[in-house]
């Protein structure tokens, strides 16, 4: 386990997956802590997809790959600390036997998360090492606490506060796929309601959304956590049904559809980047209180 500190929050980030574990401000403790009765998981980096392969599988140049939900990087333990100073910790992973396995791409993913006042920034650098184009996805999936004063509290007294109103619709999973179905979800609004029934059918799901900045807020406790995440384009927001956590998600990349052909360069939100090329994108949350 690796800490940060400054004299507004301290975070401490596992080994394993380079998972953020603890986000603390005031003596309280913002993030998930992971309690297996509702879900493991606190803050995975999702690389190099985002979601579930159909049949977890993907095709490239002929050939068939198998990567679990979320892919690799969540769940690997030859990531490195690389540099550490009093606001900032970096970790590498670089594409190694296990990896090219099933994934074929010679590669560096590199995190970042620093401080700055109540700011905690994670960035992301992906490098292209090979000689061919390098096709992959990374998300987020931190889980925040509901209720600040009460670990127990499921989300119901809790809302989504967008920077911008918003008219979207979620795009239903089927089987963790996206289906062909959508539903309305906000119309001319910037305020989502997490009623106790909204997570009945797994994740919601927003391709198009005019907002970047999202406030989770508590209806006695006000606002608990900002995200902002100029640099993705989808969003998903996630619980289990009555959990006591929201999993906010900024995401570059979706998983797949149910019609989708798995071949790699045609999969919806896929990124290419050329060889020796690099691409770098980053959020922040913002600790209210």
Known sequence: MHTLENSFIKIAVKNTGAELSSLVSNGKEYLWQGDPRFWRGQAPILFPFVGKLKNDTYFHKGAAYHLPQHGFFRRSNAIKLVAQSDTKLTFSLQSNAETLKNYPFDFEFITSYQLHKNILTIAHTVVNKGEEILYFSLGEHPAFRCSLQNPEESYDRNQLLFEKEETAEIHLLEQGLIGSQTANLLKNSNRLNLHSTIFDNDA????????????????????????????????????????????????????????????????????????????????SIEVHG
């Open 204 to 283: 919601l799901v927003l391709k198009k959304m005019n907002s970047k900045r999202v406030t989770l807020v508590h209806k006695e406790e006000g606002k608990l956590v900002t995200l902002s995440y100029p640099d993705f384009p989808f969003l998903g927001i996630w619980s289990k049904p009555n959990a006591p956590f929201v999993c906010i998600e900024p995401w570059l990349g979706i998983a797949d559809s149910i019609h989708t052909s798995q071949k790699l360069e045609e999969k919806e939100g896929i990124l290419s980047l050329d060889s020796e090329n690099t691409f770098n994108c980053s959020y």
